[in-house]
């Protein structure tokens, strides 16, 4: 039993010798003493306004003057506080020095008036504390220093350091302890001031709930952006895909009777490719610099630029696409708002690539802009036959699970307030997207 406690008791010693001279610690006392530094220029102008206002005397002169000057220095150092860019600083410092444990203090600057306030407490806490320690540090350490030696070393007993009270009988024995008490209670002081600075940033310096708002709208902007780039994806590489195998396909079985065929399908195959690797660069290059944000400022395909290339890539692979184009009043694909076009193309290449997976038969595609209740709607009609389990060609597999794309194409439509359906109808497969484009009064704008 005496043994197990011993070693309970050496366990303990250590745990507490980890606390206050562990790294943690220390790097804690460097944060108070940074504190303690940048204290230094309004103590020093509130040293020089109290000295005058005690008739022209040195402050540092005297002690309950330094206090003074101490105190007086503490309300300049909150005004400073409520500065917003005060609460960024001190959290960076907090988060390299302080390991806060709990909710990490907020980024950004400080917004709102309660958290300035809160900052400018901190801020004074820090720099105020900040100085006691480093004053303690500054002071205490060497005179604990000359109270160790002071047994051993006759010049110090000779000199005039102020320790003349200890030259006595007992001084041998009296002053190394004096010395190493001293030490310990700046140590302990030091741990004990570091880890109160520690549990109070989290309250200080923590996320207000606008702060904390902010963030989550942040991300889910953030997400948001992801998730269109990830539609993007897939619209562009599974349309490809499809596109593709059924040029190659289409080219296969009529490789020995029409060799024109297979040119213009190996033509096709090559386009698209070239065109989906360019924008798969683009979507990679966003998500690799880690900003996609700027995801809205990419190139990215329009009716208006890309809807007669993209018919003719689709019918290269034998799939006859009828289109049927109306553009309205404004007469120019060219007049729809960016967003809605490049959304409506996405919307088209989305219906053709489910025709070509899951459909037979040729394609009747309808775009029009048209006016119901005196507000412009872009309307794009696909229709198809429906397939047929059984009719895959010899050495290819129907795909039979799906339904990815038009989810996005839905997504895409109810980004800009409209619909998509999908589904049988009247004996065919008919995709059916509304896409607003605002009042009839602005078809010229």
């Known amino acids: 039993m005496s043994g197990t406690g011993a070693v309970r008791g050496t366990g303990a010693v250590r745990r507490w010798c980890g606390i206050v001279l562990g790294a ?20 020093l102008l509130s040293e020089v306004v109290v000295g005058i ?8 002169s005297s002690f309950p003057l330094t206090l003074v000057a101490y105190a007086a220095a503490l309300p300049l150092v909150a005004v400073t506080g409520l500065y917003g860019l005060v609460r960024p600083l001190s959290a960076s410092a907090v988060r390299t020095l302080c390991e806060v444990p709990g909710e990490p203090p907020a980024d950004g600057p400080a917004r709102s008036w309660g ?76 741990a004990a001031a570091g880890a109160l600075l520690a549990r109070l940033a989290p309250v200080l310096l923590g ?25 993007e994806l897939h619209d562009a590489v599974g349309h490809a895909l499809s596109a593709v195998t059924l040029q190659a396909g289409a080219a296969r079985r009529v490789l020995d009777r029409d060799p024109e065929f297979v040119r213009e399908a190996l033509a096709a195959i090559e386009e698209t490719t070239r065109r989906t690797v360019g924008e798969l660069d683009t979507v990679l290059g966003l998500l690799r610099d880690g900003d996609p944000a700027r ?72 775009i029009r802009v048209h006016t119901p209740d005196r507000h412009r709607e872009l309307e794009i009609t696909m229709t198809n036959p429906p397939a047929q389990a059984p009719a895959a060609p010899e050495g290819e597999r129907r795909r039979t699970t799906g ?13 800009l307030g409209g619909s998509v359906e999908a589904g049988p109808h009247e004996g065919r497969w008919r995709l059916r997207a509304v896409l607003p484009l605002g009042a009839a009064t602005g078809a010229g704008r």
């Open 24 to 43: 943690r610690a220390r790097l804690r006392w460097v944060h108070l003493v940074l504190g303690g530094a940048l204290l230094m220029p309004y103590f």
């Open 53 to 60: 206002a005690a008739g022209g005397v040195n402050a540092l």
């Open 115 to 190: 958290a300035r306030w809160r900052a400018s407490a901190w801020w004074t806490l820090h720099l105020g504390v900040g100085a006691v320690i480093s004053g303690m540090t500054l002071a205490a350490t060497p005179a604990a220093l000359v109270l160790i030696l002071l047994p051993f070393s006759g010049s110090l007993r000779r000199a005039s350091v102020g320790a003349g009270w200890l030259v006595t009988g007992a001084y041998r024995y009296v002053s190394p302890l004096l010395g190493v008490g001293l030490l310990t209670l700046v140590v302990l002081s030091s």
């Open 207 to 231: 996320p207000t709930a606008a702060d904390r708002l902010a963030a989550a709208e942040e991300r889910a902007a953030d997400l948001a952006v992801r998730n269109r780039l990830a539609r």
């Open 295 to 366: 995801a809205d400022a990419a190139p990215a395909p329009t009716l208006a630029a890309d809807l007669e290339g993209l018919l003719s890539r689709t019918r290269a692979g034998g799939t006859t696409v009828t289109v049927q184009q109306d553009p309205g009043p404004a007469g120019d694909w060219e007049q729809l708002p960016a967003i809605a076009s490049r959304e409506a193309y996405r919307i088209v290449q989305e219906g053709l690539s489910n025709a070509l997976r899951h459909g037979r038969g040729p394609v009747a595609l309808l």
């Open 403 to 415: 339904g990815r794309g038009l989810r996005g194409a839905a997504e895409r439509a109810a980004l």
